[in-house]
């Protein structure tokens, strides 16, 4: 994961122990960038009792999927426990990387960033054998890490030639304030308009800057999808294959781990979500 599409000096997420809705909630009001600020606990979330009126998502049983991620990771901490229940039930799966990822550490001196695309790459085959979906396709786009938008047409072409007959499309949330994401939300959307295939949206860095029951957020458009503890625990493993962003990548400031123990609680829960 890039921190932020618009973001490119190696700050990492900010983190805050107060409520979601005073010192979190303030201090977001500060910052030009939701990422950046201080984000949302996941305590608040989990004793949030919003969760039981969103209603279930039912997955296909059948076909095959197109999962778009703008960076190796976002499919797996978006909707990695439902590719392994997709898997488990034998459905085909066609993994999009539309970038490679490496842009995420833009001032450190340990890898370039064609060592860290090819880093990136290997956790996410490996992340994918522990969803059960070692067999899927990934299709590397290439496109620049922090420009997707600068290519979203280029891209809609091309998940358009990639969806037809596919049962369903799972692509980043158009409303996720990160440039990125929201790129390729779109172009995945535009991509399915033509295509007459289903897609449906994940959050990532959603969990981060809102807040239970923001009004920002599209909660009526919001699916469940609950993943049984079966698929809990290869989700769990799959993020743990993603050492270069998890774990910091040497001692110095710019080294820093990207997804830090308190943002990654929010994507280790029993359920995940989409927008329709």
Excluded: N
Excluded at 2 to 17: I, N, Y
Excluded at 131 to 153: I, K, M, N
Excluded at 220 to 226: D, L, N, S
């Amino acid at each position: 994961m890039t921190v932020s599409g618009s973001t490119t000096d190696g700050r990492r997420p900010g983190q805050h122990t107060g409520s979601a809705r005073d010192t979190g909630q303030t201090a977001r009001e500060t910052y030009a960038d939701p990422i950046q600020a201080p984000g949302t606990d996941e305590e608040s979330w989990r004793a949030w009792d919003g969760w039981t009126r969103l209603p279930e998502y039912t997955l296909p049983t059948a076909g095959r999927v197109v999962v778009v991620a703008a960076h190796p990771d976002d499919e797996v901490l978006g909707v990695g426990g439902a590719l392994a229940r997709l898997a488990e039930a034998g459905l085909t799966l066609t993994v999009v990387s539309v970038t490679d990822g490496e842009g995420s550490h833009p001032r450190t001196t340990r890898l370039t960033p064609t060592r860290l695309a090819d880093v990136r790459a290997r956790e996410l085959r490996e992340a994918l054998t522990e969803l059960g979906a070692g067999g899927a396709e990934v299709v590397r786009l290439g496109l620049p890490d922090t420009g997707v938008a600068d290519h979203e047409d280029r891209l809609a072409r091309t998940l358009a030639d990639l969806l037809p007959g596919a049962s369903l499309c799972l692509a980043p949330w158009t409303g996720d304030v990160h440039a990125d994401h929201e790129a390729a939300g779109r172009a995945a959307l535009a991509a399915a308009r033509t295509a007459s295939v289903t897609c449906r949206l994940y959050p990532v860095w959603m969990w981060h800057w809102a807040h239970p029951a923001d009004p920002r957020v599209p909660w009526e458009r919001a699916a469940r999808i609950p993943l049984p503890p079966a698929a809990q625990d290869r989700k769990r493993a799959a993020i743990d294959r993603f050492a270069s962003q998890i774990r910091p990548l040497g001692p110095d400031p710019e080294d820093d781990a990207v997804l830090p123990p308190h943002e990654l609680a929010h994507h280790l829960r029993g359920w995940e979500v989409v927008f329709g």
